[in-house]
């Protein structure tokens, strides 16, 4: 009898100061009394940024599974590959707004294809 329900929630949360981005893990708090029939919450701040996770217990910086100074350590016995990623030297998240990245604009869902409309944003 071992059944596992999966229950998503939806939150839909007050951003005024447009800290987080698509993707962000954020923490919310609860709204005294809702803003709207859909907005309950408020965005406190970012706990972690889109790509550049923490590992909570450590304070380590994480890549899949293992720590990023680990990785630095098998690249240093075993020789760094010349395509791999260099996370120190890479410029901080929103370096490319308006360029390639644009999580920071409001994304929607993509019902229809429209061959003269272009929706830029949608998902």
């Known amino acids: ?36 029939r859909l907005i309950s919450h408020m965005v ?13 217990l450590t304070g380590k910086k994480v890549v899949v599974g293992k720590y990023r100074d680990e990785i630095a350590e098998a690249n240093e016995l075993y020789g760094e590959s ?17 360029k390639k990245d644009f999580t920071h604009r409001e994304s929607y869902i993509k019902y229809h294809e429209f061959p003269d ?3 830029p944003y949608a998902v």
């Open 44 to 56: 406190k701040h970012v706990v972690y940024p889109l790509g550049d996770i923490t590992d909570p």
């Open 1 to 36: 009898w071992l059944q596992y329900f999966n229950k998503e929630e939806f939150i839909y949360a007050h951003d005024p100061e447009k800290k987080c981005k698509t993707g962000d893990i954020v923490l919310i708090q609860e709204l005294p009394e809702k803003m709207t």
């Open 117 to 119: 409309d272009d929706q």
């Open 82 to 98: 010349e395509n791999a990623f260099k996370y120190d030297d890479a410029p901080d998240r929103g370096w490319q707004e308006d």
